[in-house]
Nanobody
Framework: QVQLVESGGGLVQPGGSLRLTCAAS????????MAWFRQAPGQEREFVAG????????DYADSVKGRFTISRDNAKNAVYLQMDSLKPEDTAVYSC?????????????????WGQGTQVTVSS
């Protein structure tokens, strides 16, 4: 079982940027797909971005395309989410997740391990 810890959240003004980090421990994530999900109050958890084990393939929710970038560093056992041009509707708890294997999915069922999440608040 891999343990995941997110960091980098906080309060930012609309139009600002944040970079989230997901640090993994317990085992290497180099053979797993990875993803970021988010959940706003009163809403269901939604897929934000995903990346294949090699980093070659990425996928994004339509709402964040062109603004967010997912990346990974397998040597550091970490995954990142660069968030630019943030909007108030991006406010949520952001969690990273490790897949069951190498195949990149976009639903919660496609992922086996989850972090506790980090709060991102976009407000003026």
């Amino acid at each position: 079982q891999v343990q995941l810890v997110e960091s980098g959240g906080g309060l930012v003004q609309p139009g600002g940027s944040l970079r989230l980090t997901c640090a993994a421990s317990g085992r290497t994530i180099s053979t797993f797909s990875m993803a970021w999900f988010r959940q706003a109050p009163g809403q269901e958890r939604e897929f934000v971005a995903g990346i294949s084990w090699s980093g070659v393939t990425t996928d994004y929710a339509d709402s964040v395309k062109g603004r967010f970038t997912i990346s990974r560093d397998n040597a550091k056992n970490a995954v990142y989410l660069q968030m630019d041009s943030l909007k108030p509707e991006d406010t949520a708890v952001y969690s990273c997740a490790a897949g069951h294997g190498a195949l990149l999915g976009i639903t919660s069922a496609d992922f086996a391990s989850w972090g506790q999440g980090t709060q991102v608040t976009v407000s003026s």
